[in-house]
C-alpha cells in the first residue's frame, strides 16, 4: 500500500486547498462556507519520485453539537488513524488559537508523525512575527506554506517523505474493479458503501445530499479486488443553485469516467423517475458495464408478482438498457448484497470480451441469411466484414457499400444478434459503420 499523508486542522484554514496544490488538480471543493469538506477525499500524488495517497478531511471542532460537524470529526480520526504522517494545517491570519492546541493534543495522542504548516504566509520576504508563536504547539518546527500560490510546498513534502516506510516493490493495482455508486440523492448510495466495507465509511444521514464529494474505498474479499467510488447524488437542474451542488454533478461524472462498473441506483418505493433516466443515462453513453441496483427492497410490500412488475417497468423506463442485470437488494438489512460482487465481476468479464472476426462474420452470415439487409430504390445494403476494435465496451466496425442504407433498426437487430451469441450482458455496444473506400 501506498503511505497516507491525511490533511487535518480546524475549519477554514484552507486544508483542501492545499490538498488541490499538492494534487495538482482540483479535487476538493473549495468555498468560504466552514464545513464544505464534509468527508475525506483521496487523491494520487507523487513527491521525488515517491507516490503516496493523500486525504483531504474536514475540519476538526474540537467540541460541537452540531451533528454534521461532529461527523467529520470523527470523519477526521479514521483519516489519522489509517494516516502514516499528518499534516496539520493552521492558519496565520487568525493566529494560534485555542482550539489549534486542542486539535494538536488530540493528533500527540494519536502518536502519530506531525508535520506543522503554517498556512496563508502569502508574501514573501520578511516572517510575520505571529509564525513564531506556532512553535508552543510543541510539534516541532512549523513550516511557512501558501496554497494559494504554493510557497513552502516543497518543504512539507520533504518533512513528510523522511517520515515514509523504505519503498517496497508497491505491487502493481490493474486487477483492482473500480465500481462507481451512482443514482439520485438519497437512494442509500452510502448506506451500501457502508454495508459494503463494514464501517462508517461515509457520512449517511437522512438529509438528502450528505455526500457532497465523490469519495474512494479499497476493498478486497475472495471475489477481488474493488474500489468503490461513492458520489453525490445528482439533483435536478432547477434545484442546482448553490455551487457546491453544481460541483457535485460534475464530480459524479467524473467518477463514472474513471469507472469500469457503474451500479445505478433506484429507491424500490419511489420506482424510475425521470432523474434516474438521467444519471443511468450518463453512465450508459460513457459506455460504462452498469448494474440497477433496486434498493430498500425490504421497505416494499410484496406479492409474489411485485417484482416482476417492478422488473417491467424498469425495462420500460430505462429501454435503453435492457442489457443491464437488474439485482433487488436492502443496504440497510444486507439482503442480497454480496450478490453484488458475482455480479460485477461478471459484467466487467462481459465488457472486457474479444471475440475474432471469423466469429463475428459468421455470426453476421446468419444473421444476413435470416433477414434480408434493407433496400432503397433498388439497392441492397451489402456488409462486407465486421471486426471488434475495442472492448469496456465492445466496439465493433462494420464494413458496407453504402452508409446510408445501414438503416438504426438493422443496426439494432445485427447488436441483438450478437448478444444473442456472445452473451455480452451489462455491457453497452458500440457500432461503427464504415462505406468502402472510406478513409480509416
Not at 54 to 61: A, S, Y
Not at 72 to 89: E, L, P
Not at 129 to 134: L, M
Request: proline content about 4%.
Amino acid at each position: 500500500m501506498k503511505p497516507l499523508v491525511a490533511i487535518v486542522g480546524r475549519p477554514n484554514v484552507g486544508k483542501s486547498m492545499l490538498f488541490n496544490k499538492l494534487i495538482g488538480k482540483r479535487m476538493s471543493i473549495v468555498e468560504d462556507t466552514p464545513g464544505v469538506t464534509r468527508d475525506r477525499i483521496y487523491g494520487e500524488s507523487e513527491w521525488t519520485g515517491r507516490k503516496f495517497t493523500l486525504v483531504d478531511t474536514g475540519g476538526i471542532e474540537p467540541s460541537t453539537d452540531n451533528m454534521i460537524l461532529a461527523f467529520m470529526r470523527d470523519q477526521a480520526q479514521i483519516a489519522i488513524d489509517n494516516a502514516t504522517v499528518i499534516i496539520f494545517v493552521t492558519d496565520i491570519k487568525t493566529g494560534m488559537t485555542a482550539s489549534d492546541q486542542e486539535v494538536a493534543r488530540m493528533l500527540q495522542r494519536s502518536g502519530k508523525p506531525i508535520v506543522l504548516a503554517v498556512n496563508k504566509m502569502d508574501s514573501t520576504g520578511n516572517m510575520d512575527p505571529e509564525f513564531y508563536e506556532f512553535y508552543n504547539l510543541g510539534l516541532g518546527d512549523p513550516i511557512a506554506v501558501s496554497a494559494v500560490h504554493g510557497h513552502g510546498t516543497g518543504d512539507l513534502l520533504d518533512a513528510c517523505l523522511q517520515y515514509f516506510p523504505p519503498e517496497e516493490e508497491e505491487e502493481p493495482e490493474d486487477d483492482v474493479i473500480q465500481v462507481a455508486i451512482i443514482g439520485k440523492p438519497n437512494v442509500g448510495k452510502s448506506s451500501l458503501t457502508n454495508r459494503i466495507l463494514g464501517k462508517q465509511r461515509v457520512i449517511v444521514s437522512n438529509v438528502a445530499g450528505t455526500t457532497r464529494d465523490a469519495i474512494d474505498s479499497y476493498f478486497e474479499n475472495s471475489h477481488g479486488k474493488y474500489n468503490f467510488i461513492d458520489t453525490a447524488g445528482m439533483r435536478k437542474k432547477s434545484k442546482v443553485d448553490d455551487s457546491i451542488e453544481k460541483y457535485s454533478v460534475l464530480r459524479a461524472t467524473m467518477a463514472i469516467e474513471r469507472s469500469d462498473v457503474c451500479l445505478i441506483m433506484i429507491d424500490a418505493q419511489d420506482g424510475v423517475t425521470e432523474q434516474d433516466t438521467k444519471v443511468a443515462g450518463l453512465a450508459h453513453d460513457a459506455g460504462k458495464a452498469c448494474i440497477i441496483v433496486v434498493n430498500k427492497w425490504d421497505l416494499v410490500e410484496k406479492d409474489g408478482k411485485t417484482m416482476d412488475h417492478m422488473r417491467e417497468d424498469i425495462r420500460r423506463d430505462l429501454s435503453y438498457m435492457t442489457y443491464a442485470p437488474i439485482l433487488f437488494i436492502s443496504a440497510l438489512t444486507g439482503q442480497r448484497v454480496q450478490r453484488l460482487f458475482e455480479l460485477i465481476n461478471y459484467v466487467h468479464e462481459q465488457a472486457s470480451v474479444r471475440i475474432t472476426t471469423g466469429m463475428l462474420n459468421s455470426v453476421l452470415a446468419d444473421a444476413q441469411t435470416r433477414v434480408q439487409p434493407p433496400t432503397d430504390k433498388g439497392r441492397r445494403l451489402k456488409i462486407y466484414y465486421m471486426t471488434q476494435v475495442g472492448i469496456r465496451p465492445p466496439h465493433f466496425v462494420a464494413f458496407c457499400n453504402d452508409k446510408g442504407l445501414f438503416h438504426f433498426s438493422y443496426r439494432r437487430y445485427l447488436e441483438n444478434q450478437i448478444r444473442s451469441v456472445f452473451g455480452l450482458e451489462g455491457t453497452p455496444i458500440i457500432m461503427t459503420v464504415r462505406q468502402k473506400g472510406e478513409e480509416e
